[in-house]
């Protein structure tokens, strides 16, 4: 037994120092700093952003640990990367980049105002920040708010508490992140969206998804080889429909959170909106999923039906041009 727990010791301390890190800027990058006083660097995120011209160059920010008060709206037309400082880039657990804010949609005047993180732009991506609306109950209170197509998201976290992530339009991917919530937390319109190897937190009793499509468009949320955990004592269902169209499908997911029997929901009792869904699922496996009694609305795919929904269906074929392949699962 002593040998086999050198083993696993060694193994760990191997994968550590294999560990890609970030602790210092790309070349080209604009800094972020809390607190400094250094020319040329910016003490918040949203300066930065804005000290960026607004062209087609390809440009970069790079934030060192800290936490930033403020919301970010990102509207610029020319591609853009941001990366936080990180031990770890492969992670979400090694993080030390926080941008929160509390802002309720109710005080915001809509979901996409009360958003921490407002992307309004296509080809960009974010690495290894965190992204909370610490608002909590009693409002859609979004963290990040995404309106781009090929955007990417990794091994970032997102914590909120009702509608966490919405996820309304254009192509993006969230790839070996982490998603925290308990009411319709992964939501949107338009959106066409992948999650991978993903560790999804619920944190109360509701609903993962709430997808909110509204005809029979491209539109989807591809989910594959995620984890549903427990954040706190909670019950949840994979999802309820928004819109009459909804369309969300989970592969490969392994649930240790008690979700409720019937895995899916309608949206309300006289307003069911399942006339025309598909909720979807394909080896759902773990503790929280055991004994499922499914509702008529709700698909159960055989692996050759499984394999039509992967990262093509759900963001386009041309996804290998603008995903980061290294975060694929």
């Known amino acids: 037994m002593a040998k086999l727990a050198c083993f696993f010791i060694f193994v760990v301390l191997v994968e550590l120092a294999l560990a890609a890190s970030r602790t210092s800027p790309p070349s080209g990058a604009i800094v972020v700093r809390a607190g400094t006083s250094t020319s040329g660097e910016y003490r918040t995120v949203a300066s930065a952003v804005a000290a960026l011209p607004n062209d087609s160059s390809s440009r970069s920010i790079f934030i060192y640990p800290g936490t930033y008060n403020e919301q970010v709206y990102i509207t610029r037309s020319g591609p853009l ?51 909370k609306n610490t608002y909590g109950q009693g409002s859609q209170a979004i963290a990040i708010s995404q309106y781009g197509s090929k955007v990417g998201l990794y091994a970032c976290g997102f914590y909120g508490y009702q509608d966490t992530l919405y996820a309304n339009q254009g192509t993006q991917v969230y790839l070996k992140g982490y998603i ?92 069911e909106r399942t006339d025309h869904v598909l909720f979807a699922e394909y080896n759902t496996t773990g503790s929280g999923a055991a004994g499922a009694s499914r509702p008529s609305f709700a698909t159960v795919l055989s692996a050759s039906q499984a394999n039509a929904y992967t990262i093509s269906s759900a963001v386009g074929s041309d996804y290998a041009s603008w995903v980061d392949a290294a975060y694929l699962v």
């Open 81 to 131: 990367t941001i990366y936080g400082y990180t031990t770890n880039t492969d992670t979400y657990t090694a993080n030390q980049v926080t941008i929160q804010a509390g802002v309720p949609a109710s005080q915001a005047g809509s979901n996409d105002a009360s958003g921490t993180l407002r992307i309004h732009k296509d080809n960009f991506k974010l690495y290894n920040v965190n992204v």
């Open 180 to 271: 925290e919530g308990a009411t319709d937390f992964i939501f949107g319109r338009r959106g066409q969206a992948y999650f991978g190897g993903n560790t999804i937190a619920v944190k109360a009793n509701g609903w993962v998804t709430a997808s909110g499509r509204e005809s029979d468009d491209n539109g989807s949320y591809v989910f594959n080889q995620n984890s549903i955990v427990l954040a706190s004592g909670a019950s949840s269902y994979l999802g309820r429909p928004w819109g009459n169209y909804a369309k969300v499908i989970f592969k490969d997911t392994y649930v240790t959170a008690p979700l409720n029997k019937a895995m899916w929901s309608v949206w309300n009792t006289g307003d």
